[in-house]
């Protein structure tokens, strides 16, 4: 167990729909990221949150929206739900940032059927 | 885009033999880390090298790195039918625009009892 909470672990929805994950991170972590994983294009980082604010960006689509709340704990957004978008969903978190020994734990994270 | 490539993309071995992995990277590094997720399941932290050391030890696992040549080798000494999985090398990588971990498309490993 890596500490590192995600829910829900499954999510069906239909295309359209909005779809909100939340992610816990480890006790003492200040930085969350989420990454999308799908087949064809591994593991994608999306974002990235640093005691509450955003620190790094990547391939997050318009559509979705991500925040660290002050308890720490982070929440995506993703809206207008297209098939594409199923995947596997991972938060992950780290104590600090932008030090040499920063190591990132992953949740089990939560898997999104769009149909 | 992808920081860190993977290869093999596929390594099937029996049990008791060793797996080498090694992955490539492009820009400069604070850190290399090595994953290993099981099926559908979450990435397990396995070990991180940072960018001033060139090997380190954790139990059956060999990490090295030459950052001369921007890449990175994992080695898992006496595999087991249980290391069977997928592994990925991500680089952390800080201040750059692409965020600081960037993973890899990973190393398939399958172990044969």
């Known amino acids: 167990d890596s500490g590192v909470t995600q829910t829900p672990k499954h999510l069906i929805t239909a295309t359209g729909q909005r779809v909100t994950l939340r992610c816990s991170p480890r006790s003492g972590d200040l930085s969350v990221y989420w990454y999308q994983q799908s087949l064809d294009q591994g593991l994608q980082f999306l974002i990235q949150y640093y005691n509450g604010e955003e620190r790094a960006k990547g391939n997050i689509l318009e559509r979705f929206s991500a925040q660290q709340f002050p308890d720490l704990h982070s929440e995506l957004n993703l809206s207008s739900l297209e098939l594409g978008d199923s995947a596997l969903y991972f938060c992950a978190s780290s104590v600090g940032y932008g030090d040499m020994n920063t190591e990132a734990f992953f949740g089990q994270g939560t898997r999104l059927t769009v149909v | 885009s992808q920081q860190g490539e993977e290869d093999p993309q596929a390594l099937s071995i029996q049990e008791g033999e060793n797996a080498t992995m090694n992955c490539s990277y492009k820009t400069s590094i604070n850190n290399l880390q090595w994953y290993r997720q099981n099926s559908g399941r979450g990435l397990v932290h396995l070990i991180l090298?940072?960018?001033?050391?060139r090997e380190k030890h954790s139990g059956r696992l060999r990490v090295t790195l030459d950052t001369s040549k921007k890449s990175s080798s994992l080695l898992i000494t006496a595999s087991r039918a249980a290391d069977t999985a997928s592994y990925f090398c991500?680089?952390?990588?800080?201040?750059?625009?692409?965020?600081?971990?960037?993973f890899g498309k990973g190393t398939k490993l399958s172990v044969k009892p």
């Open positions: 090298i940072r960018s001033n050391e």
């Open positions: 991500a680089t952390g990588n800080y201040g750059g625009s692409q965020g600081n971990l960037i």
